[in-house]
């Protein structure tokens, strides 16, 4: 059974085993054509000139038998030739192959007229005796049985043979795979091997083409990122500048609110840029981790109180943390930055006094670290949440610009758990919404 589904979801999504299949079917189906072809073109033509010369070869036979017949003579043409002979009549009733079939079995068989070709082959003596002549099928039947099986042989052989080359013929295709896998994780360092590069094939040439659009795809990657990090490099300096020159405005009724609203502003911008260079970092396919043994539950204690300390209006975020953590190999600043921004979104969204966010950090029982943060808010669309997660994007008005974040929070998050090796979720909790993050057994 498992074989027979193996065979057919090869053949329903192998290249190779198709042309191979179809390969045999067309040549079974043109060697069949052309036998059936040429023996429907011969057989006219050659039965026509073969008749007269067998009906006399018959009519010689029929003589040496004699009238009246002669079983010696009968049986002795028998011996000789692969021939059967059948006697009948009022003397003499006598078959030379009783075993075999009782009907005419003439070489010259026509169905179309069965009358004529028992005749053809039936000869009458002068005495009233009827004898009939056909190719003995004994000769046949002692002959040994290897022609199908070798010709069964030499199917499987050819089948093979041209599986074989079929296979090498489309072996581009793995490296046009490959290469493709490669391009698509962001590794452009390896081109696909192009076979025969001086006078390439039509794989060859597909392979070249996509070796162009890798390129020029590193290209535009390569040109977006230096853009964004100069950009980003080159706004440090005038929001320092800024912000500097914001803080010696004088302190008086009539300044400080606007003061305050532009320290606010070019806070927020500040924090744009950081997020932005960290996220061209950790996008990096061979992001850099500054790894070290670190106490994941003081950690996530320490993020809750300095963010309870600056939303002091915010509700209290509940924190269960598994007991007797062991340390695990974790790059430190990137894991605040996750755990900070997942409940910073949660005390974003959550609603009224009594809907505080929820922290949990739980060892499962394959070692892996749990981080699950959940608020209370409204939740977004199931048709979204597979939207979450990706660079600055903002579902809907619940969670909006003026809610805080531009949609880097969730993002910088996925990018954390992805170069920790981990994974990132999100989902509707009914009410609010769930963010979980597991990362590996890094245990020191």
């Known amino acids: 059974m498992r074989a027979s589904r193996r065979a057919k979801k090869a053949l329903a999504h192998s290249l190779r085993v198709r042309l191979v299949a179809m390969f045999v079917l067309l040549a079974m189906a043109m060697a069949a054509c052309f036998l059936f072809g040429m023996q429907s073109a011969l057989s006219v033509g050659w039965r026509d000139a073969a008749k007269p010369l067998v009906a006399d070869y018959i009519d010689k036979l029929a003589a040496d038998i004699g009238s009246p017949p002669s079983i010696e003579r009968a049986q002795a043409l028998t011996q000789r030739l692969p021939l059967s002979v059948r006697i009948s009549g009022p003397q003499t009733n006598w078959r030379s192959h009783p075993q075999d079939p009782d009907y005419g079995h003439g070489w010259m068989d026509d169905k179309r007229n069965k009358t004529d070709e028992l005749r053809f082959y039936e000869r009458t003596t002068a005495d009233g005796h009827r004898i009939q002549f056909g ?58 091997v192009v076979r025969h590069f001086h006078h390439p094939d039509e794989l060859g040439e597909l392979a070249h083409t996509i070796n162009t659009m890798g390129s020029d795809i590193h290209q535009m990657l390569e040109a977006k990122r230096t853009l964004l990090l100069a950009i980003s490099h080159e706004l440090r300096s005038p929001l320092t500048r800024a912000r500097l020159n914001t803080e010696l405005l004088p302190e008086t009724a009539e300044v400080q609110p606007s003061r305050e609203a532009l320290l606010r502003d070019l806070a927020l911008m500040r924090d744009l840029v950081t997020d932005l260079l960290e996220s061209e970092r950790l996008a990096n396919p061979h992001a850099a981790l500054y790894r070290e043994p670190v106490n994941l539950a003081a950690l996530v204690h320490d993020v809750v109180c300095e963010l309870q300390a600056s939303h002091a209006a915010a509700p209290h975020i509940t924190v269960d943390v598994q007991a007797a953590l062991p340390p695990m190999a974790l790059d430190p600043t990137r894991i605040r930055l996750l755990v900070r921004n997942l409940l910073d979104n949660a005390l974003r969204h959550s609603a009224g006094e009594h809907a505080a966010p929820q922290i949990s950090v739980q060892r499962q029982p394959d070692g892996c670290i749990a981080i699950t943060v959940r608020d209370f808010g409204p939740g977004v669309a199931e048709a979204q949440l597979p939207n979450l997660g990706q660079p600055f994007y903002r579902p809907d008005a619940a969670r909006t610009r003026e809610g805080g974040g531009v949609g880097l929070g969730l993002y910088l998050c996925r990018l954390v758990a992805q170069a920790h090796g981990g994974t990132f979720a999100v989902r509707n909790a009914q009410p609010g919404l769930e963010v979980q993050v597991v990362l590996p057994d890094a245990t020191v």
């Open 135 to 192: 190719v003995s099928v004994q000769a046949w039947h002692d002959r040994p049985r290897f022609i199908g099986w070798a010709t069964l042989a030499i199917l499987l052989s050819l089948t093979a043979l041209a599986y074989v080359r079929v296979r090498r013929m489309l072996r581009p295709l793995d490296d046009i795979r490959a290469g493709a896998l490669r391009f698509g994780q962001g590794d452009f360092s390896q081109k696909i």
